[in-house]
């Protein structure tokens, strides 16, 4: 049985981290300070302390600083709010996310709207989601960049083939599904109440997975020769598991692993969020210094 190619999330990851050494050295010979992230954190389970780890390692590796604002689980939505807005108005910050999950007594959608849209480097604000969806220049949902870039990396344009993206979360489906459509790709969304998803993701030449359901793909759901993207993440007792079963390797033309496919392109995409709204501040910042 031939095996799907892998989809590497990981040198894709280090392509990026290349690129993006190459514009903070020019920052620095511009003499610029390096760019600085801002976290809100307000939980206290070990998943999430993994995730802002991660983070903290990828931006530490760039040079790039990360200033964490740690709430815990109780705090009042005014405090999470007043962490954000602090951020958001420090000019010596260049971009803030909120990381998920937040407590249950605070709205993640009215917290993410205190984010100056400049800064919003999730991709997460009103204001980003709006210009992604008319198709103008924004800060883009990482995983969704992610996603486009280990395609793009790969050799595999979707222009002209048939999406199916399983999963329509304002965090990953939706906003992968408007990229690939922005790629010229005719894109079906499948969700929970999706009738015989099997049926639609048999038709995909590009499968993106991202239901958060432990090996709800198996190779019967899949064309074969199609390129399959997993995003899920699943910590079990056997490891991490993601939502396509291994077994999809022997039928898809190639397939990204858990770990080590979608993860790291994740974090990639955020630190390029975050030089992209960087640079734009300092243009925006010379521009305002010429109009005087
Ligand atoms: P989410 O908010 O829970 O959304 C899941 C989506 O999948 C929903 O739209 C849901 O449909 C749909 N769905 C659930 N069960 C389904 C089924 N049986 N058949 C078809 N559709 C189904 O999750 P998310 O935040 O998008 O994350 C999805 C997965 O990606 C999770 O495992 C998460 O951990 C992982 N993730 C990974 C990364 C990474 O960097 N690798 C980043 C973010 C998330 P309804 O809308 O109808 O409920």
Redesign the pocket.
């Known amino acids: 049985m031939t095996r799907a190619l892998l989809l590497d999330g990981r040198s894709a990851a280090a392509q990026v981290h290349e690129r993006l050494r190459r514009r903070l050295a020019e920052r620095v010979r511009r003499g610029l300070r390096p760019p600085v992230l801002g976290i809100v954190w307000a939980s206290e389970d070990e998943a999430t302390a993994a995730y802002i780890r991660a983070k903290r390692r990828a931006a530490a590796r760039l040079g790039v600083e990360v200033r964490v604002r740690r709430l815990g689980s109780q705090a009042p939505a005014a405090e999470v709010a007043a962490a954000v807005r602090g951020l958001s108005a420090d000019r010596n910050v260049d971009g803030v996310l909120v990381q998920s999950p937040l407590p249950r007594h605070v709205d993640f959608e009215d917290i993410v709207q205190l984010i100056d849209p400049a800064k919003d480097v999730d991709g997460f604000h009103p204001l980003n989601a709006g210009r992604l969806f008319r198709g103008r220049p924004a800060l883009v949902p990482?995983?969704a960049a992610?996603i486009l870039e280990l395609l793009r990396h790969h050799g595999i344009d979707p222009a002209g083939r048939r999406a199916v993206v399983?999963?329509?979360?304002?965090?990953?489906?939706r906003p992968t599904a408007l990229l690939l459509e922005q790629h010229h790709a005719t894109v079906t969304v499948?969700?929970?109440?999706?009738r015989d998803?099997a049926e639609v993701t048999r038709q995909a030449e590009i499968l993106v997975v991202?239901?958060?359901?432990p090996w709800?793909i198996g190779p019967e759901m899949v064309r074969p020769g199609a390129v399959v993207v997993d995003?899920?993440?699943?910590r079990t007792e056997a490891g991490l598991l993601?939502?396509v079963h291994p077994d999809v390797a022997g039928v898809a033309g190639a397939l990204s692993p858990?770990p080590g496919?979608?993860?790291p392109?994740?974090?990639a995409m955020l630190l390029q969020n975050l030089v992209d709204a960087a640079e734009r501040r300092a243009a925006e910042a010379v521009d305002a210094t010429w109009a005087r």
């Open positions: 990482c995983t992610g399983v999963g329509r979360s304002n965090l990953v489906g499948c969700h929970s109440r999706t998803l991202a239901a958060g359901r709800l995003v899920g993440i699943h993601g939502d858990v496919g979608v993860g392109m994740t974090v």
